[in-house]
C-alpha cells in the first residue's frame, strides 16, 4: 500500500509561482512513476505531468509545458511540481497519483489534493 499526501497549495495572483510536494509514505517510492492530476470545478480531472521511477522519462500536458515542471527525489520520498507563470485557468485542485507503469490511466494510488487557486 502507497499512501500520498499533497501541500503547497494555495491562493497566488496570476504570473505568480507554487510548488506543490506529494510526501510519500508505505512502499518503496523507487518503483512508482509519479503523476500530477487536476480537476476544476465543472470539469473532469485531467492529467498535468508524469515522470518515470527514474526521472528519465517527463511528460506534460500542452498548456503546461515551459511553465510546470515534475520532478521527484527518491531519497526523501517526495514529489514535487514546481508551478510558474501561474494563470487563472490553473485554478483546480492538485492530486499527485503514483503507480507501476509509466501510464496515468493505470495510477493505483491518489493523494486527497490540494487547492491551487489563481486570481486575474
Known amino acids: 500500500q502507497v499512501q500520498l499526501v499533497e501541500s503547497g497549495g494555495g491562493l497566488v495572483q496570476a504570473g505568480g509561482s507554487l510548488r506543490l510536494s506529494c510526501a510519500v509514505s508505505?512502499?518503496?517510492?523507487?518503483?512508482?512513476?509519479m503523476g500530477w492530476f487536476r480537476q476544476a470545478p465543472g470539469k473532469e480531472r485531467e492529467f498535468v505531468a508524469q515522470?518515470?521511477?527514474?526521472?528519465?522519462?517527463?511528460n506534460y500536458k500542452e498548456s503546461v509545458k515551459g511553465r510546470f515542471t515534475i520532478s521527484r527525489d527518491n531519497a526523501k520520498k517526495k514529489g514535487y511540481l514546481q508551478m510558474n507563470s501561474l494563470k487563472p485557468e490553473d485554478t483546480a485542485v492538485y492530486y499527485c497519483?503514483?503507480?507501476?507503469?509509466?501510464?496515468?490511466?493505470?495510477?493505483?494510488?491518489w493523494g486527497q489534493g490540494t487547492q491551487v487557486t489563481v486570481s486575474s
Open positions: 515522470i518515470s521511477w527514474s526521472g528519465g522519462r517527463i
Open positions: 497519483a503514483a503507480g507501476m507503469d509509466y501510464e496515468p490511466q493505470t495510477y493505483d494510488y
Open positions: 508505505g512502499r518503496t517510492f523507487t518503483n512508482y512513476a
